[in-house]
């Protein structure tokens, strides 16, 4: 689609100043040939090859599930760094300690009987109001 610079009459578009924008600038952002985002075919193609990777790793860590699946991503990473050159980022220290304190938290209650004691009263709370359960 091209936007035409000057209108039926032959005068600017109302409120465009070419000084303000640059006779190039706007000639090229009028006439149609302004790309927001210049990205050649390689960067497509190098995308698509990443996130199959991506998605491989996954699907293969879903496919044998457990530990693996944590293996199987970190052998994504290094299928990314070595072959495609990406640097990695920083790990993500707070969601890392916001998962430990979580499993810490899961394994005092099962250690102190504290999971027993919340699934009795879940079966209580479950059995007096069935119909709570969808």
Do not use: K, W
């Not at 109302?14 to 075919?41: C, D, K, M």
């Not at 693996?68 to 070595?82: Q, R, T």
């Not at 004691?117 to 969808?134: M, Q």
Request: charged share 15%; glycine share 12%.
């Amino acid at each position: 689609m091209r936007i035409r610079c000057s209108g039926a009459s032959g005068e600017r578009p109302a409120g465009i100043s070419y000084e303000r924008l640059g006779a190039r600038a706007s000639r090229r952002f009028f006439t149609g040939t302004h790309t927001p985002f210049a990205v050649n075919q390689g960067e497509i193609n190098m995308f698509f090859a990443e996130f199959c990777i991506v998605i491989l790793a996954m699907i293969l860590g879903a496919r044998f599930g457990g530990v693996f699946f944590g293996m199987a991503g970190s052998v994504g990473l290094m299928l990314l760094i070595l072959i495609f050159g990406l640097a990695p980022a920083s790990p993500p220290i707070a969601v890392m300690l916001i998962m430990m304190s979580v499993v810490l938290a899961a394994s005092t209650l099962q250690t102190a009987g504290g999971m027993a004691f919340l699934v009795r009263i879940a079966d209580r709370l479950l059995r007096r109001h069935p119909r709570a359960v969808t």
